[in-house]
């Protein structure tokens, strides 16, 4: 479903760029994955090679029609009818990077012991624009378990500057 989600995610960042309409597709991917995070009945319905495809496809359109982009209300079809609505989220993960490539937005997820306050979170995200010439867009969580310090994951790398990830290494250090 990963190369099934991603070819979509290509195809419709590339024409919802040519139209220049990429935040109203991105909003309209949004609101359709809330739904069916918020009613798996309704994916499963959906889903259901039971429930003929005219209507499985008449209730997409009833639900979304004037709701959501018109070129997003066609994908959620096109992966209906090809029995291939779990490929959704990764869809809009691929669509979602490519248009943070685009405006040059990194997502940072920083992962911290406990809740960072506007001025931590500020001058964080002030030092990884100055180092890597983007717009970041963090991700705070909170995970005691690290005990202090901060996790800061982007790209594909991550930063790991927490006492549990010092003590892990401490520790493997002395076990070689």
């Known amino acids: 479903m990963k190369t099934v989600g991603k070819e ?3 195809a419709l960042f590339s024409l919802a760029a040519e139209e220049r309409c990429e935040d109203a597709v991105l909003d309209g991917l949004r609101l359709i994955q809330e739904l069916f995070d918020q009613n798996p009945d309704y994916v499963r319905l959906l889903s259901n090679p039971a429930v003929a495809a005219d ?4 209730l997409l359109d009833s639900a979304f029609r004037g709701h959501v982009h018109p070129y997003v209300l066609n994908t959620a079809k096109l992966l209906c009818e090809k029995s291939a609505l779990a490929a959704l989220p990764q869809c809009i993960r691929e669509y979602t990077a490519l248009l943070y490539e685009q405006r040059g937005i990194l997502p940072v997820t920083v992962v911290s012991a406990v809740e960072m306050d506007g001025t ?9 624009e ?8 963090l991700d705070c969580r909170v995970d005691p378990s690290i005990i202090g310090g901060v ?5 594909g790398k991550e930063m790991d ?9 401490l520790r493997q250090a002395l076990m070689a």
Request: charged share 25%.
């Open 8 to 10: 979509y995610g290509n």
């Open 55 to 58: 209507e499985r496809l008449a």
């Open 120 to 128: 931590q979170k500020d001058a964080l995200r002030s030092r990884l």
């Open 130 to 137: 100055s180092t890597t010439g983007k717009t970041v867009l």
């Open 151 to 155: 996790r800061v994951s982007y790209a």
């Open 161 to 169: 500057g927490s006492v549990a990830g010092r003590l892990a290494a």
